[in-house]
Every structure is written in C-alpha cells, then in structure tokens.
C-alpha cells in the first residue's frame, strides 16, 4: 500500500503519518520526489484498511501496490533511483549514459592499473574487475581474490574510478565491501537469497545481474531482497538469458531494458559483452541497448584479450573501447541524453 502525501504536507504531518504507520505494525518507506512525497508500506496492509488514513488532512490518497514486488516497484518511490557511485554528483539513473569497463578478472597489478587509466580516458565512470571468478569449472583461472582488492584499491587511487567487483558468497560480502564502491551479484548468484540479503545490508551498492533462467519477475523479487534489508542502492544489469539460440553466448533481452524501466525506480544497464561471447558483436549489442533506455553499460575490456585468463573472447580491446564510447555519444547525443563524465 502506498500513501500520497499531498504535495504541502509539512514534516510534522508526513511524521503523524509514519507514526501511525508503525503503530499498525507496517514498516514505512518514505520516498521524496520533486513535488511529493510518498509513504509505501510493508507488512500485513489489512491492519492499514481498518484506519481512516484518508482523514489525515495531508494525505491524498492510497494506492494498492498489486506487483508481488513493492519496494522495487516504481509505485513505491517518488521518481528514479539515482545510484551514486562514490561521491561523483548525479549516479546511474540520472539520465546520463553511464558506463563501467574492465577485464572480466583482474589478472596482475599491471594489467589492472593500464586498463584503469584507458578506460577513465576513453570515458569510463567507473572500473570493474573481478577479484572472485565464478567459474563454470572448478579448474579454470578463478581470480587472485584478496591479491586482486589491492590492485583495485590502487587502480581507483590513481585515477578516481570507483571499483565495481563480484561477490560470490555470504563469507566474502566483508572483505569484498572494505574495497569495492559497488559490489557485483553474477547471474549464477541471482538466487542466492542469502548472499542478496547480506549484500543488502552491506552498506555498499549492488549491481544485481539478471539469472541465465531467470524470469524479469524473478529478478525483481531477487532486487527486493537487497532493497527489503534496506538497501535501496541497487542497480539492475540485463546480460542475456539462456534461450534456444546457440550462435550467440547468450541471448539479449532487449526489451527486459524499457519492460523493466517501466516497472521500477531502479536503473537499468545492459552487459553487451557476456551477451555476445565474442568481441565482433558488442558494440552493436551495446548500441542497442542505450538505444532501448538503458542507464549505463556494463563492458568488458582487456589490454590484451586474446592473452586473457577469462572471457577473452568477448573483452574489447582498449582501442576498440574507445571506439565503442565515441559512437554511444553519437546515439547518446540523437536520443537528447549524454555520457555521465568521471568525478574529477
Ligand atoms: C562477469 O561480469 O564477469 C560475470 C561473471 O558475469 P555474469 O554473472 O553475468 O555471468
Ligand atoms: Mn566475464
């Protein structure tokens, strides 16, 4: 259920109504837009019939929320989320294209810190890496893990980038959140109640990735996981499903970005390069996908991808990053929007 507030409620009477809110038990969400202010709640929403919440002088209405998720919802909030990564000004779902690049796994200090200084070049806002690998065999290169914080802690010192990186598991959500600015959820995670709930109270955004199988209704109540421990940071990332289509690594779901850009609050970035699985198809896939009204791109980029240790295939080279980013401000740039810049 959510309360309207009509738009010259005062403090004092959004605070009458959040009392009673609570007094019926319910949790309440408060969400401030431009010209209002909206109270969802969470709980058992009988107790909220059995009040008169219409008497209160400042509320002007209340919505049922049918969607079996809430918070994610984009009822339940005033406007966009805005996804601040570190202490730039605006964050992803601010209008701005906003785009992440990395290697898929942080392979050496080298590499790391090369890739960092290209990538913030080219128009990166942020760096990913991964420290931690999920890998579809146990015997394939799963990262340098605490080694690979470091790097990253250096790579973001030296250039600014804030650090977005996996977390595969409830014991590494700690560690993992001392380093990273945002930390990744991995398709293969979507489900891990959990590590979602964990990571929701981490402190830190999460940038949760859609499941190879996964449903968008499916998705969105994992996203409530993160939000319902009181996280509303949370960043949604299309990269492919799992579909008959075999010519492709996985199948981008093009219109999961405008489906899910109407049925929550939350940003939306599409991964072109785990889409593709190869490196010929991504700038295309990637295009396509700011086209469609994603917030951002998740992309991988190597300094020398044939040599990568993992999705070597799919990572643009440096060069053909900075190719990608000047033809994303051309569409940027037709579709009256603009590439969100570094903070300085
Ligand atoms: C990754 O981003 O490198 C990754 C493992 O992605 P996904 O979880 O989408 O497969
Ligand atoms: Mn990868």
Same mark, same amino acid.
């Given at each position: 259920?959510?309360?309207?507030?009509?738009?010259?409620?005062?403090? =004092? *009477?959004?605070?009458?109504?959040?009392?009673?809110? !609570?007094?019926?038990?319910?949790?309440?969400?408060?969400?401030?837009?431009?010209? %209002?202010?909206?109270?969802?709640?969470?709980?058992?929403?009988?107790? $909220? %019939?059995?009040?008169?919440? #219409?008497?209160?002088?400042?509320?002007?209405?209340?919505?049922?929320?049918?969607?079996?998720?809430?918070?994610?919802?984009?009822?339940?909030?005033?406007? *966009?989320?805005?996804?601040?990564?570190?202490?730039?000004?605006?964050?992803?779902?601010?209008?701005?294209?906003?785009?992440?690049?990395?290697?898929?796994?942080?392979?050496?200090?080298?590499?790391?810190?090369?890739?960092?200084? /290209?990538?913030?070049?080219?128009?990166?806002?942020? #760096?990913?890496?991964? +420290?931690?690998?999920?890998?579809?065999?146990?015997? /394939?290169?799963?990262?340098?893990?605490? !080694?690979?914080?470091?790097?990253?802690?250096?790579?973001?010192?030296?250039?600014?980038?804030?650090?977005?990186?996996?977390?595969?598991?409830? %014991?590494?959500? @700690?560690?993992?959140? !001392?380093?990273?600015?945002?930390?990744?959820?991995?398709?293969?995670?979507?489900?891990?109640?959990? #590590?979602? /709930?964990?990571?929701?109270?981490? &402190?830190?955004?999460?940038?949760?990735?859609?499941?190879? =199988? +996964?449903?968008?209704?499916?998705?969105?109540?994992?996203?409530?996981?993160?939000? =319902?421990? &009181?996280?509303?940071?949370?960043?949604?990332?299309?990269?492919?499903?799992?579909?008959?289509?075999?010519?492709?690594?996985?199948?981008?779901?093009?219109?999961?970005?405008?489906?899910?850009?109407?049925?929550?609050?939350?940003?939306?970035?599409?991964?072109?390069?785990?889409?593709?699985?190869?490196?010929? #198809?991504?700038?295309?896939?990637?295009?396509?996908?700011?086209?469609?009204?994603?917030?951002?791109? $998740?992309?991988?980029?190597?300094?020398?991808?044939?040599? +990568? %240790?993992?999705?070597?295939?799919?990572?643009?080279?440096? &060069?053909?990053?900075?190719? $990608?980013? @000047?033809?994303?401000?051309?569409?940027?740039?037709?579709?009256?929007? /603009?590439? +969100?810049?570094?903070?300085?």
């Amino acid at each position: 259920m959510i309360v309207v507030l009509r738009p010259d409620a005062t403090e =004092s *009477d959004l605070e009458q109504v959040i009392e009673k809110i !609570q007094e019926l038990g319910l949790t309440p969400h408060v969400s401030r837009g431009v010209t %209002r202010t909206i109270v969802g709640c969470i709980g058992d929403e009988d107790r $909220l %019939r059995e009040v008169p919440m #219409l008497s209160f002088p400042a509320v002007e209405t209340i919505l049922p929320v049918e969607k079996p998720y809430k918070l994610a919802a984009r009822e339940f909030a005033a406007g *966009d989320t805005v996804v601040k990564l570190r202490e730039a000004a605006g964050g992803v779902g601010d209008g701005a294209i906003h785009v992440i690049a990395g290697p898929c796994s942080v392979e050496s200090r080298e590499m790391i810190l090369d890739t960092a200084e /290209s990538v913030k070049q080219a128009g990166a806002v942020a #760096l990913r890496g991964g +420290a931690f690998k999920p890998r579809t065999s146990p015997y /394939s290169f799963r990262g340098l893990g605490p !080694q690979a914080l470091e790097y990253l802690a250096e790579a973001r010192a030296r250039t600014g980038l804030p650090v977005v990186t996996e977390v595969l598991d409830t %014991r590494q959500v @700690e560690v993992v959140a !001392q380093t990273a600015d945002v930390l990744q959820i991995g398709a293969r995670n979507m489900q891990n109640f959990a #590590l979602l /709930s964990e990571a929701g109270e981490a &402190g830190k955004p999460v940038l949760l990735k859609r499941g190879l =199988s +996964a449903t968008l209704e499916e998705f969105l109540l994992a996203a409530e996981y993160i939000l =319902s421990r &009181g996280n509303r940071n949370v960043i949604l990332c299309e990269r492919g499903i799992r579909t008959f289509e075999r010519a492709l690594r996985f199948s981008l779901d093009i219109g999961a970005v405008p489906f899910l850009k109407k049925e929550t609050h939350l940003p939306v970035v599409i991964d072109p390069s785990h889409a593709a699985g190869r490196r010929d #198809l991504v700038i295309p896939i990637a295009l396509a996908g700011v086209a469609a009204g994603a917030d951002g791109l $998740l992309v991988e980029t190597h300094p020398d991808p044939d040599r +990568a %240790r993992s999705d070597g295939d799919q990572s643009l080279t440096l &060069g053909t990053f900075a190719s $990608l980013m @000047e033809q994303v401000k051309q569409i940027a740039a037709a579709l009256g929007r /603009s590439l +969100a810049t570094a903070a300085a």
